[in-house]
């Protein structure tokens, strides 16, 4: 049995029912017993080493491999166990050097002037767009759902999540309004039907843009729902009566927040109005998970209020409303994980077993963040004017209600998922893009 890894194990897990396995056929129990169980099986005496020296890292890499295998329940019940049992043993038993080294890289990769933008979009979002196939809502909304009321489908969420959204932004007929990181489309598309405003929408994955602008088309919508291959920080000579940003913020890099709220003010009318929708965590991060930072999100970094608001005020934005949404992510992601899931042999044909496990780690993973590392959802109105939105909140509710009645009255979408065709090829010219 590897002494080691042993210890390792015994610091992290104190409470709950966790069968470990290890390559030598010596097996232990690990916690009070309590709660669902889940065991382990460890194939060599190289993974449990690799375990050790970067638990971080290397355990999800051990399972990708499938040289950790998952023998009762998933993976999903094994990081929990794990997480239920709190993040400060989980970085007690972390290497110290090791765990320094993630921190210091991932602070100073996040604080460089001009980073991987484009790069690390292509990594995660331009992969075989019927990946999003297998677990997305119809509209391909990809970032937190709404779940007002608790207890509605993943589809109405994603619905309801936009409708919030637009509300907050206190939209006009013939208004301009920006989305920074524009996704497959659906969030443009929502504001130009249910507003009369005409919307630019940008993003740094070529895919995204390739399905946002033939969805547009299809919606007949071309001539006021507009998509540019963009990097904002490029993004020169027009401004902008409303901004929104939905699931990108978490790419931009802590040392470059001071750029990002300048350039939207900058893009931003006098009297206009942000929306900017963005995980945080309750305690300043220093560094992503190691293995989401290497497979998943490079670049990536998730930050506390207390790491976005100085920028804010640096800029002279004002705060107009903050809303935490605490749980709404896990519920978003455990929808996702069941869907994909159960579409395993799907997955494993668009690429292979490794493949469906990192993504099966993934969303386990992010679900567990969400539910005992405290992470959450932000949304932050923003405004260089007092007295751009009303002085008391019943606003949005009011407009939302005005947003179910468009609604109902709204053709239904062509679902992303169920188009037997891909968009015909193009030729994208880049418009400015910073790499």
Not at 138 to 144: F, N, P
Not at 163 to 187: C, D, N, T, Y
Not at 209 to 228: I, P, Q
Request: hydrophobic share 40%.
């Amino acid at each position: 049995m590897n002494a080691a890894l042993l210890t390792l194990l015994r610091r992290l897990v104190h409470n709950g029912n966790l069968t470990v396995t290890f390559s030598s056929g010596e097996q232990v129990v690990l916690g009070d017993g309590t709660g669902k169980p889940a065991s382990i099986r460890i194939v060599d005496a190289e993974a449990e080493n690799a375990i050790v020296r970067d638990p971080g890292l290397r355990f999800g890499e051990m399972y990708m491999d499938g040289r950790v295998v998952i023998e009762r329940g998933d993976i999903f019940d094994v990081l929990s166990i794990v997480k239920a049992n709190g993040i400060e043993n989980a970085a007690n038993a972390t290497n110290t050097i090791t765990g320094l080294w993630h921190v210091l890289r991932q602070q100073l990769v996040s604080r460089m002037p001009v980073n991987r933008n484009r790069n690390n979009v292509a990594h995660h979002y331009d992969l075989d767009r019927n990946l999003f196939n297998l677990f997305l809502d119809e509209d391909w909304q990809y970032s937190c759902a709404y779940f007002q009321p608790r207890g509605i489908s993943l589809d109405a969420a994603q619905l309801a999540k936009k409708r919030h959204i637009a509300a907050k932004l206190l939209l006009e007929p013939g208004q301009k309004v920006l989305e920074v990181g524009s996704g497959w489309g659906g969030m443009a598309m929502y504001l130009a039907e249910s507003s009369g405003v005409e919307v630019t929408g940008i993003t740094l994955s070529e895919e995204q843009l390739k399905v946002s602008r033939d969805r547009a088309a299809r919606r007949g919508l071309s001539d006021r729902v507009r998509f540019e291959l963009q990097d904002y920080r490029t993004l020169e000579g027009r401004q902008f009566d409303r901004i929104v940003s939905v699931g990108m913020f978490e790419h931009v890099g802590i040392g470059n927040y001071g750029n990002f709220f300048n350039k939207m003010k900058e893009l931003l009318t006098p009297e206009g109005v942000m929306l900017l929708h963005s995980i945080g965590q309750v305690y300043k991060p220093w560094a992503t998970n190691p293995w989401i930072e290497k497979y998943i999100f490079p670049g990536g970094y998730i930050p506390a209020l207390s790491e976005v608001l100085p920028s804010v005020e640096r800029m002279r934005l004002l705060v107009k409303d903050v809303e935490i949404l605490p749980m709404h992510y896990a519920w978003t992601l455990r929808a996702w994980r069941e869907r994909f899931v159960a579409r395993r042999e799907e997955a494993v044909r668009l690429y292979d077993e490794r493949f469906f496990r990192m993504w099966e780690f993934y969303l386990a993973a992010s679900e567990t963040a969400f539910l005992y590392d405290k992470h959450f959802i932000f949304q932050l109105q923003l405004s260089p004017s007092l007295d751009a939105v009303p002085v008391t909140r019943g606003y949005i509710e009011e407009r939302e209600r005005q947003l179910i009645e468009f609604e109902k009255r709204r053709p239904p979408l062509e679902p992303v998922n169920n188009w037997d065709e891909a968009p015909a090829e193009e030729h994208i010219e880049p418009a400015a893009i910073a790499v």
